[in-house]
């Protein structure tokens, strides 16, 4: 019987130390499950009605959830003339304005990671593409 109360107090400490790991793990950021629900792509009309659009997004490390900054993003649609590029901010935010409807494809190059995606823009639209990539992957996925 004293064995079984000696054993009991272990236990309270286990669960102890999981419920204080998961605490700091979630006030960290470890186990941000918030960007796992978030859209990849979205469209939706601008406030002000008009015929050219835009197109913006984010860039994260898809192993660790930080946003990327200074990740190349190329855009590229028959409708324009060429491609448009930028690069993301500190909070790994990229932005296009003044974009005739067409057929895009937004291209995001960081480190080895190189990604691309493809949407529709309408007139008078705004399209929010995000990105979840691994800037150390040294394949291309398209």
């Known amino acids: 019987m004293a064995a079984k109360t000696a054993k009991q107090p272990r236990r309270g400490i286990v669960a102890a130390i ?11 950021g470890t186990f941000d499950f918030s960007r ?45 003339s060429g491609w448009r590029e930028t690069k993301t901010n500190a909070d790994g935010i990229f932005k296009f304005t003044d974009l005739p409807p067409g057929e895009y494809r937004v291209q995001v190059l960081t480190g080895q ?8 823009l309408k007139p008078g639209y705004q399209t929010r593409i995000d990105f979840n990539i691994d800037p150390y992957n040294e394949f291309k996925r398209t």
Do not use: H, W
């Open 113 to 120: 990671a190189d990604v691309t995606r493809s949407t529709t």
């Open 36 to 80: 796992y629900d978030q859209p990849t792509i979205q469209s939706e009309p601008m406030a002000e009605a008009g015929a050219l659009g835009k197109v913006q997004g984010v860039v994260r490390n898809d192993k660790r959830g930080e946003k990327v900054d200074d990740a190349l993003v190329v855009l590229d649609c028959p409708c324009l």
């Open 18 to 28: 999981a419920v204080g790991l998961f605490a700091v793990g979630c006030a960290t």
